[in-house]
């Protein structure tokens, strides 16, 4: 089974912090991305990286960074946290992006940003 | 991606089948339904997908219509945990996934 892991369930942060959401991926996947969850808006994708160094924005990448180190492990920090970064934050991977090969979710981050 | 649309909601006796429709009528040749749940708190699951022909895993059978108009998910013997949001999609080439409203299963004793 595939396994993804995000390092944290819940998350409470100050605006203005710094903060680091964790994901790592145990099938060798190429891709890994980064969606938030929020009601009435659906998911929405922040950034996907398709190797290591190489990523991609999405539809909201504003005020967003990530970084690809190892294949393994994808990271999304804020900048400078505000509270309308307040949300469920979601991990997924999968073999290839442009193909009928389905993403695997974490369980997800929630996080408040007060 | 093409639109699809689910029932709002639905009930299901544990033990029974569930059967979850789905309408898609503006599919395109390329594109794959897919199947996902979100149980309450957690992450998306997938559950299965197909392009044309019927297809079963451990999870949930999915059977496409000739047309490739609808579909619907059956999940075989529904257990409690079964409950969950459930999201039928229509994706071709685009990486992005996107959740449509779903239909929440309630599964009850």
């Known amino acids: 089974d595939v396994k993804v892991t995000q390092s944290s369930r819940y998350l409470v942060k100050r605006t203005g912090e710094k903060v680091f959401l964790e994901c790592v991926q145990d099938?060798?996947?190429?891709?890994m991305f980064w969606y938030r969850q929020d009601p009435g808006l659906g998911l929405r994708l922040i950034y996907f990286s398709y190797d290591v160094k190489m990523k991609e924005k999405g539809d909201i990448p504003e005020g967003y960074s990530v970084s690809r180190e190892k294949k393994e492990r994808f990271s999304l920090i804020l900048e400078s946290a505000s509270t309308n970064q307040t949300s469920m934050y979601l991990c997924?991977?999968?073999?290839?992006?442009?193909?009928?090969?389905?993403?695997?979710f974490g369980d997800g981050t929630r996080l408040s940003i007060l | 991606d093409a639109k699809t649309t689910q029932p709002t909601s639905m009930d299901c006796a544990e033990g029974r089948a569930a059967n979850l429709p789905c309408n898609h009528s503006t599919i395109s040749g390329n594109e794959y339904v897919y199947w996902y749940r979100q149980i309450h708190s957690q992450g998306p699951q997938y559950i299965i997908h197909?392009?044309?022909n019927n297809e079963t895993n451990e999870m949930a059978s999915l059977i496409i219509t000739e047309d490739r108009k609808s579909s619907t998910l059956i999940l075989p013997h529904a257990t409690l945990r079964d409950t969950a949001v459930y999201y039928c999609i229509v994706r071709g080439n685009d990486y992005k996934l996107s959740f449509g409203a779903g239909t929440t299963v309630t599964v009850r004793a």
């Open positions: 997924a991977s999968s073999w290839t992006a442009y193909s009928n090969q389905p993403q695997h």
């Open positions: 099938m060798d996947h190429e891709n």
């Open positions: 197909g392009l044309k």
